[in-house]
């Protein structure tokens, strides 16, 4: 049934019979659904849905849109209903703030909604009609993720060993702090490019195949000591890293890249054979003692 007369008129005025029909599914849709008449944007129906976003009951019903909605006057929206219903023109958006009262609070929330114009059969423009869809989870679910990679960025960016982010299948340097690009040896412009196009030096030592393990299985890799030869002093010199890494599940379980956190540990490498080296040597000579 339409809700009351006021739903009824907007039938028997400016629709033929047959839409009364589509007013009974605008009742029960779950999406936002209103009308506002004339010059004052008088708000001709409402369904529940519209009833609940806005915090209000039936009693808008007939009332000019910001009379209805008097915490509207400042924002875009009577103005927007004027501008289609002066000019015919439709106005859609994807994503609008809108601030209402709901629960005696003024609360911020965000719509993606049309705006359309309705006519009369000699193309007259009478109405406007808005649908709409609450959009606010969706809004605020994407702030937290965007404020959760900025929080891990600028960590990353802080962090006093070698960090970075390497994303998708081919490893895209996504994000790579100062320790990290001074322990690769690059000058190159490494952001968004593939690590082993940026990086052709590493090629073929192994790094690849690592990589590609944990992309595909998800499983973390750890590698203590691992030689590797990088830039260095204008020429190519061994170096020794402690490395893990840490596969980066997105939703659905999802793999969509791999964080690496490396530590270049080359002068206690060096140092650990030098004493090794001595340790074999002064075995060696006591070996000989007794014998000479």
């Given at each position: 049934m339409l809700k009351d007369n006021a739903s009824k008129n907007l039938a028997n005025k400016h629709t033929p019979a047959l839409l009364e029909h589509l007013l009974n599914i605008f009742e029960t849709s779950s999406n936002i659904i209103y009308v506002c008449r004339g010059e004052e944007s008088v708000i001709e129906f409402a369904n529940q849905a519209t009833?609940?976003?806005?915090?209000?009951?039936?009693?808008?019903?007939?009332?000019?849109?910001?009379?209805?909605?008097?915490?509207?006057?400042?924002?875009?929206?009577?103005?927007?209903?004027?501008?289609?219903?002066?000019?015919?023109?439709?106005?859609?958006?994807?994503?609008?703030?809108?601030?209402?009262?709901?629960?005696?609070?003024?609360?911020?929330?965000?719509?993606?909604?049309?705006?359309?114009p309705l006519k009369m059969d000699s193309g007259e423009i009478w109405g406007v009609m808005c649908s709409a869809t609450d959009i606010t989870e969706l809004v605020n679910a994407k702030r937290e993720i965007e404020s959760s990679q900025e929080n891990l960025r600028s960590m990353i960016m802080q962090a006093p060993i070698a960090?970075?982010?390497?994303?998708?299948k081919d490893h895209i340097v996504n994000i790579a702090n100062d320790k990290m690009i001074e322990?690769?040896?690059?000058?190159?412009?490494?952001?968004?490019?593939?690590?082993?196009?940026?990086?052709?030096?590493?090629?073929?030592?192994?790094?690849?195949?690592?990589?590609?393990?944990?992309?595909?299985?998800?499983?973390?890799?750890?590698?203590?000591?691992?030689?590797?030869?990088?830039?260095?002093?204008?020429?190519?010199?061994?170096?020794f890293l402690n490395f893990v890494y840490e596969p980066m599940i997105g939703s659905g379980g999802i793999i969509t890249g791999i964080m690496a956190v490396a530590t270049d540990v080359t002068k206690q490498v060096i140092a650990r054979q030098k004493i090794e080296q001595s340790e074999e040597q002064l075995r060696q000579v006591s070996d000989l003692m007794p014998q000479m």
């Open positions: 009833l609940k976003a806005w915090g209000r009951d039936d009693s808008v019903i007939g009332k000019p849109f910001i009379e209805g909605l008097p915490e509207l006057i400042g924002q875009p929206f009577p103005e927007l209903v004027s501008r289609v219903f002066h000019s015919g023109i439709p106005y859609h958006t994807e994503n609008d703030r809108a601030d209402l009262v709901v629960g005696g609070k003024l609360q911020t929330f965000y719509f993606k909604f049309s705006y359309l960090m970075c982010i390497l994303k998708g322990l690769w040896g690059t000058t190159t412009n490494i952001l968004g490019r593939p690590i082993f196009e940026c990086m052709p030096v590493v090629k073929g030592q192994g790094f690849e195949q690592l990589l590609e393990k944990v992309y595909q299985t998800g499983i973390r890799v750890t590698v203590s000591e691992r030689s590797v030869d990088l830039p260095r002093n204008g020429g190519i010199e061994q170096v």
